[in-house]
T-cell receptor, first 118, second 114 residues
Framework: DTEVTQTPKHLVMGMTNKKSLKCEQH?????MYWYKQKAKKPPELMFV???????INESVPSRFSPECPNSSLLNLHLHALQPEDSALYLC?????????????????FGPGTRLTVL | AQKITQTQPGMFVQEKEAVTLDCTYD???????LFWYKQPSSGEMIFLIY??????QNATEGRYSLNFQKARKSANLVISASQLGDSAMYFC???????????FGQGTTLQVKP
């Protein structure tokens, strides 16, 4: 089973709101990722968690706050977003983030959350 | 530096015909993997096929095959017997051991005509 689930599917929020995106996987993967994708562009990496610890933050603004409560769950907390943050947010998971096997490690993506910031 | 180049922003193919989506890459990494993903308009990024840099044979997965030419640094995706459901954006991606990050190309939009 190569399923990654994300909720909600769509989210509309104002610039003063606080909301959270959720991601879940039950493949036993120890690496989880958040990507941001604008229309007709490739995904851009935001954060990487490895064994529930934040290993990569791609200089993402602090209004995005990731959290990994356990090995199956990944959250992205949103606060004081800007209209330019409107995008598709994709979660992914894979077995690992390092070591000699990294080049063979496939990332599996969820269906994404379409975020609109008004 | 690592880079993936997809030179075809958009392509059309007739239903039931084969189509090749181009992908070239550049890396100094001695070991790397190449991946193709399909993204329909619904948004989900679907993994299609993987090719390792040391694999001697081209990867195949059902109607998908990867034409891997290491010396030319190309990893083209071949879709045989196109179906209407193949209409989507296709991304070529690479992952090496130096950074571990998945690097994407700009994508190719494929439209299958009935």
């Amino acid at each position: 089973d190569t399923e990654v689930t994300q909720t909600p599917k769509h989210l509309v929020m104002g610039m003063t709101n606080k909301k959270s995106l959720k991601c879940e996987q039950h493949m036993g993967h120890r690496a989880m990722y958040w990507y941001k994708q604008k229309a007709k562009k490739p995904p851009e990496l935001m954060f990487v968690y490895s064994y529930e610890k934040l290993s990569i933050n791609e200089s993402v603004p602090s209004r995005f706050s990731p959290e990994c409560p356990n090995s199956s769950l990944l959250n992205l907390h949103l606060h004081a977003l800007q209209p330019e943050d409107s995008a598709l947010y994709l979660c992914a998971s894979s077995h690992t983030t390092g070591g000699g096997e990294i080049s063979t490690d496939t990332q599996y993506f969820g269906p994404g959350t379409r975020l609109t910031v008004l | 530096a690592q880079k993936i180049t997809q030179t075809q922003p958009g392509m059309f193919v007739q239903e039931k015909e084969a189509v090749t989506l181009d992908c070239t890459y550049d890396t100094s990494d001695p070991s790397y993997g190449l991946f193709w993903y399909k993204q329909p308009s619904s948004g989900e990024m679907i993994f299609l096929i993987y090719q390792g840099s040391y694999d001697q044979q081209n990867a195949t997965e059902g109607r998908y095959s990867l034409n891997f030419q290491k010396a030319r640094k190309s990893a083209n995706l071949v879709i045989s017997a196109s179906q209407l459901g193949d209409s989507a954006m296709y991304f070529c991606a690479m992952r090496g051991t130096l950074t571990g990050k998945l690097i994407f190309g700009q994508g190719t939009t494929l439209q299958v005509k009935p």
